[in-house]
């Protein structure tokens, strides 16, 4: 097993062509292609990731679930931190409440 800056080095020297990769998830998709490999570790992620970032390539993060939404962190913490719902099968709905950490009280 070869190291990842000398697999890296011999991937851009194959027909893959660095100027057309959009973002990092692309220069990861890529990489995981040419290495016949469906998956790679997470430290090879994170100098993918530190590659592109060198080469002036965007990079793209996970989208939290304000993003993924469209509504701001505020409202959500007011509507995650106030109640919650719970329903188990056969049982009527009961509530519980959450502290300002998250945590059920007790009842």
């Known amino acids: 097993m070869d190291k990842f800056p000398e697999a890296f080095e011999r991937f851009e020297k194959s027909e893959v062509d660095l100027d057309k990769i959009r973002d990092s998830n692309d220069l990861i ?58 329903t188990k099968k056969g049982d009527v709905m009961r509530i519980r409440a959450r502290d300002s950490k998250g945590r059920f009280t007790k009842k």
């Not at 430290?43 to 469209?70: M, N, T, W």
């Open 29 to 86: 998709r890529k990489f995981r292609y040419w290495n016949n490999i469906g998956t790679t570790t997470h430290q090879q992620d994170i100098s993918l990731k530190k590659i592109a970032r060198e080469r002036g390539i965007k990079i793209v993060g996970a989208k939290g679930i304000s993003e993924r939404k469209g509504v701001s962190r505020e409202a959500l913490k007011k509507r995650y931190t106030a109640v919650t719902y719970h």
